[in-house]
Nanobody, 115 residues
Framework: QVQLVESGGGLVQPGGSLRLSCAAS????????MSWYRQAPGKQRELVAS???????NYPDSVKGRFTISRENSKKTVYLQMNNLKPEDLAVYYC?????????WGQGTQVTVSS
């Protein structure tokens, strides 16, 4: 059974940083496009960063320049480095893996930005 396990969430002050990790039990991790999404209270889930199997990255304007996604195929892990966090970044952050018809989600990790 495929598992995506997120870690690294927590409470941080505005302006602070966190690094999220997602460890995947995928047989051929390197083939998967990996993404981070978030869902704030009362809002729809939204994409915050993606990285293709070939390493191309994409970010929405709301996080561009503050968030960085990376992957380490040897560890079957994708990371999200979040800097200069803002109160509006408060959300549950989810890891997603996609390859052809396969689409997997983690259970999420809470990020709270508050003074």
């Amino acid at each position: 059974q495929v598992q995506l396990v997120e870690s690294g969430g927590g409470l941080v002050q505005p302006g602070g940083s966190l690094r999220l990790s997602c460890a995947a039990s995928l047989s051929i991790f390197s083939l998967y496009d990996m993404s981070w999404y978030r869902q704030a209270p009362g809002k729809q889930r939204e994409l915050v960063a993606s990285i293709t199997a070939s390493g191309s990255t994409n970010y929405p304007d709301s996080v561009k320049g503050r968030f960085t996604i990376s992957r380490e195929n040897s560890k079957k892990t994708v990371y999200l480095q979040m800097n200069n966090l803002k109160p509006e970044d408060l959300a549950v952050y989810y890891c997603n893996a996609r390859f052809m018809a396969k689409d997997y989600w983690g259970q999420g990790t809470q990020v709270t930005v508050s003074s």
